[in-house]
């Protein structure tokens, strides 16, 4: 299975998205927030995305793909990469749209390539 974690700067953003792909992902996909700083501010922490990660592998979770909003969150992603131990990937994907699309597509049972590039299409998806 293949877990999700949403990294924003907003903790309220990050719980937001994770509620809306796990119901999209039809409670089969597990997707987990890691938003604000560790003080409850807003800001990102390796901290809470690691925390975050740790409750997605409780969950069943072999491989992880990180979604990040903007800016730092994306660095603290890419460090949180670097460190890491097995499959974590970082998606270039919108945060909403993508948590969306990977958790529906983890939901199916697909392997993490293929929830990484449904993560990363999202932004083919235009409303207009």
Excluded: N
């Excluded at 604000?36 to 990660?53: K, N, Q, R």
């Excluded at 990040?68 to 909403?96: H, N, Q, R, Y």
């Amino acid at each position: 299975m293949v877990g999700i974690v949403l990294i924003s700067h907003s903790r309220t953003l990050a719980e937001g998205a994770a509620e809306l792909a796990r119901t999209m992902g039809v409670g089969k996909a597990v997707a987990e927030p890691a938003g604000g700083d560790t003080g409850g501010g807003m800001g990102t922490s390796i901290e809470l995305v690691e925390d975050a990660m740790e409750r997605a592998r409780a969950a069943g979770a072999e491989a992880i793909v990180l979604i990040a909003d903007i800016g730092s969150s994306v660095m603290t992603a890419k460090l949180v990469v670097d460190e890491a131990e097995g499959d974590v990937v970082l998606a270039d994907a919108p945060l909403v749209e993508g948590a969306v699309a990977a958790a529906s597509t983890a939901a199916t049972g697909a392997d993490l390539g293929a929830v990484v590039a449904a993560a990363e299409s999202a932004y083919d998806h235009r409303k207009s």
